[in-house]
Each structure stands twice: as C-alpha cells, then as structure tokens.
C-alpha cells in the first residue's frame, strides 16, 4: 500500500508548471467497498454561458498574509447584482496542485458561469465564492510542484489568519461558521477535508472533489464522532469512478458509515480526475450549502 500511495503521490509531482491536473489512472490497489450515493447528472448546459441572464463578475484581489509574511492574491466571485446592503455566505473554492488562483477560473472550471446559471434558476442562496491560492509560501507560482507539498498543508493558517479576515472586512458577509463552506478539487479537496473537518468552529459546510492523497485518515480527521454529528451540517464528495483517488474519499465514507456520520460519496460514472466531476461537484455542492 505504501508503495502504491508514494507512486502515486509520485506521478503527481511530475507536472510541468502550467499544467493542469494529471489524469490518474486506477492503482492496483484494492478498492475499499462503500456504498456510493446515488448519481444524479447535471442538467446539460450546466456548464455553458447563457445569454439573457443576469451576469455575476470575478475579481482579484490582494492581501497581507500574516503566517507568509507577503501578500498574496485571490479571486472572488460575486453573484449577480450584488448588493453590499445584505449579507452574504461565503464558499471558499480551492485549487489542486497543478493549479493557483486561476485554475478554476481559466483552466476549464467556469465557476461563473455554474453559479450565474445557479442564479437563474433560483437554486443556490446568496454567496459569494473566493478562490485563493492554496500555496502558503512566499514563492506561490505553479512552478513548485509537488515541491510546494508542505505549502499546501500550511494554508489552513494563511486562510483562517489573514484570507477570512479580509473577505470579512471588504465585502458584505457574514462572519460566523454557519455561512462558510470549504470545497476543492484534487489537492484542495484534501485541504478542504483537512482544515473543514479540522476547523469546525470555522467551517459549517464541507466538501472534496477528487481528493488527493494529502487527505488525512479518518480517524485523524475525526476523532471525536460525536462533535461531527453535532457540528458539520455537510459532508459531501464525489469522485470519478476512473480515478485512481478514489480510495482517499472512499476511506472516510466507510468510517463515516461505520460510525453513523452522515456523508456523501458520489461515484461519477467512469469519471477521470478531470473538471468534467469538479464541475459537475461545484454544481451540485453549491445547491446544497446554507440552506
């Protein structure tokens, strides 16, 4: 297992620096049995610009990281006709290791587009998503690889010391666990796992699309059963059922099942680590947060 776990983490790190998330093949490792939840697929156009709708924007912004010591960049998406006399929620959206601030929204992920669709069609509430740069490093280009490994892990401080504070004071949000969620693919659906379950007083609401191998065990990620029951209203995740990662997700359904934990686990039919589930995983975890 070990050798299968670090060969895997292996092909990883073989990315040049403006690469997209590596396709991963099925290991021969022996697949953990789960029951998966039901498959619902997106509507077609789920993903594609409509004309006639009102329109959300995306903008960058920077700020100062106490834990890095530099300031650092983030894209924010706000909904259409947002409006700074009500409160929002916010989704924190975070990236895999092949990607920074822009993959979501330059390397295939169109979160607009999703969200302003959402819009449309009455199925999301109001929030705002933030796509930062999971890098907790000084030098946060996508050429660290899977060099910026422990970078990743850093992040929890950066976001929750420096990130969240800013989102709070430059734009109208609630500050309270109840309205933040925390989702990702790949490497960030293993951040999002790890500080979401790992900062509930933070975080209300998570989520991990593909999640990669930096996901603790589960019995790191939960070792008091009883406050999850209590604390997390949303543990939700999906995975292609193509995707050698699939065991990282699959691990903590079992636990969660086995311990009457509610959670989620969706098998995307013969769905490779690609955007076509991360999409298809922002579509439908937004539907279901701060409701």
């Not at 697949?31 to 006639?52: C, H, M, N, T, W």
């Not at 990281?65 to 959206?93: C, E, F, I, M, Q």
């Not at 699939?246 to 099942?257: E, G, I, P, T």
Request: proline letters at 4%; a negative charge; aromatic letters at 12%.
């Amino acid at each position: 297992m070990k050798k299968i776990f670090f060969a895997t983490l292996l092909s990883i790190s073989m990315m040049t620096a403006n690469a997209q998330e590596p396709i991963i093949p099925m290991t021969g490792a022996p697949q953990i049995d789960v029951k998966f939840d039901e498959y619902k697929a997106a509507p077609l156009g789920f993903d594609q610009e409509r004309s006639g709708i009102a329109k959300g924007t995306v903008q960058l912004i920077e700020y100062q990281s106490k834990s890095v010591g530099t300031t650092r960049k983030a894209n924010v998406y706000l909904p259409p006709k947002y409006d700074a006399s009500k409160k929002y929620s916010v989704l924190y959206l975070l990236h895999g290791i092949g990607g920074d601030e822009w993959e979501w929204v330059r390397d295939g992920g169109v979160p607009n587009i999703i969200m302003d669709n959402l819009y449309a069609d009455g199925k999301v509430a109001d929030m705002i998503v933030v796509m930062p740069n999971g890098r907790a490093a000084v030098d946060d280009s996508r050429a660290g690889g899977f060099g910026s490994f422990a970078a990743f892990g850093e992040f929890d401080k950066d976001l929750i010391g420096s990130l969240i504070p800013y989102i709070e004071q430059h734009f109208s949000v609630y500050a309270d666990r109840d309205h933040r969620a925390i989702a990702g693919l790949s490497m960030g659906g293993g951040q999002s796992l790890n500080f979401g379950l790992g900062h509930m007083d933070v975080f209300a609401y998570v989520g991990g699309f593909s999640s990669a191998p930096n996901t603790m065990r589960a019995a790191q990620l939960i070792p008091d059963v009883d406050k999850v029951k209590r604390e997390n209203k949303l543990l939700w995740m999906v995975c292609g059922g193509a995707d050698g990662l699939m065991n990282n997700s699959a691990q903590l359904k079992a636990f969660c099942d086995e311990h009457g934990i509610p959670c989620t686990l969706i098998n995307y039919p013969e769905g490779q680590h690609n955007f076509v589930v991360w999409k298809y995983g922002l579509y439908s975890f937004a539907q279901l947060i701060f409701k």
